[in-house]
């Protein structure tokens, strides 16, 4: 496994996912919650999101090289404007709300991890993995430097949620992502075009 795959993988998940829905998400669960209960319902869902991904991606890495090239770099610049988008939206209003069942024990990490296996179908994240394991084919270095991400991020969602929001503003975080991807894009377009 090559570190510096795990170490881009994990700053390209981190930064997309801490502002994402799905923090959000995590942070109102652990609200309602016991937050090892949403982190450990959180974390599965994560886990067969991330081993979905990884094998997609893989099997995308038979594709012509050329073509993953411009696929993913076509995905990182979607994710950008993605971002963009969404930093702008959170910037002129904050707020969003996720109701849940008032639950306990088993219930709990069950609900959890249905909240977030839907939310992260199709999510940024899941074809940021993609397109990496496309573009590195190194899907167990993407597997743990995008699962490390996620898991992180929950965490932060869980413990800290609150007290970050107070120090470090959502749109800043899509637009630091918004900027990653842009780089991602960039550095996909020069590989593809030399």
Same mark, same amino acid.
């Given at each position: 496994?090559? &570190?510096?795959?795990?170490?881009?993988?994990? $700053?390209?998940?981190?930064?997309? !996912?801490? &502002?994402?829905?799905?923090?959000?998400?995590?942070?109102?669960?652990?609200?309602?919650?016991?937050?090892?209960?949403?982190?450990?319902?959180?974390? $599965?869902?994560?886990?067969?999101?991330?081993?979905?991904?990884?094998?997609?991606?893989?099997?995308?890495?038979?594709?012509?090289?050329?073509?993953?090239?411009?696929?993913?770099?076509?995905?990182?610049?979607?994710?950008?404007?993605?971002?963009?988008?969404?930093?702008?939206?959170?910037?002129?209003? !904050?707020?969003?709300?996720?109701?849940?069942?008032?639950?306990?024990?088993?219930?709990?990490?069950?609900?959890?991890?249905?909240?977030?296996?839907?939310?992260?179908?199709?999510?940024?994240?899941?074809?940021?993995?993609?397109?990496?394991?496309?573009?590195?084919?190194?899907?167990?270095?993407?597997?743990?430097?995008?699962?490390?991400?996620? $898991?992180?991020?929950?965490?932060?969602?869980?413990?800290?949620?609150?007290?970050?929001?107070?120090?470090?503003?959502?749109?800043?975080?899509?637009?630091?992502?918004?900027?990653?991807?842009?780089? $991602?894009?960039?550095?996909?377009?020069?590989?593809?075009?030399?």
């Amino acid at each position: 496994m090559d &570190p510096v795959v795990i170490g881009l993988t994990f $700053l390209a998940i981190f930064v997309v !996912e801490l &502002p994402d829905k799905t923090f959000l998400a995590t942070l109102v669960l652990a609200t309602k919650y016991r937050p090892i209960l949403v982190w450990i319902g959180v974390g $599965l869902a994560f886990t067969v999101q991330t081993v979905v991904a990884v094998l997609l991606g893989h099997a995308v890495s038979f594709l012509p090289d050329d073509l993953v090239k411009a696929i993913a770099g076509v995905i990182f610049l979607v994710g950008a404007v993605i971002l963009i988008r969404e930093g702008r939206s959170h910037q002129a209003a !904050e707020g969003s709300d996720v109701e849940t069942k008032d639950v306990h024990g088993i219930r709990a990490v069950i609900a959890s991890f249905l909240v977030l296996f839907a939310a992260e179908w199709g999510d940024l994240s899941q074809l940021l993995t993609i397109s990496l394991v496309a573009k590195y084919e190194q899907p167990a270095a993407v597997f743990v430097g995008a699962l490390a991400a996620l $898991l992180l991020v929950s965490g932060l969602a869980v413990v800290a949620g609150r007290g970050l929001q107070r120090f470090i503003k959502l749109h800043v975080l899509h637009y630091v992502g918004a900027a990653i991807c842009l780089v $991602l894009a960039a550095l996909t377009a020069y590989e593809l075009f030399s």
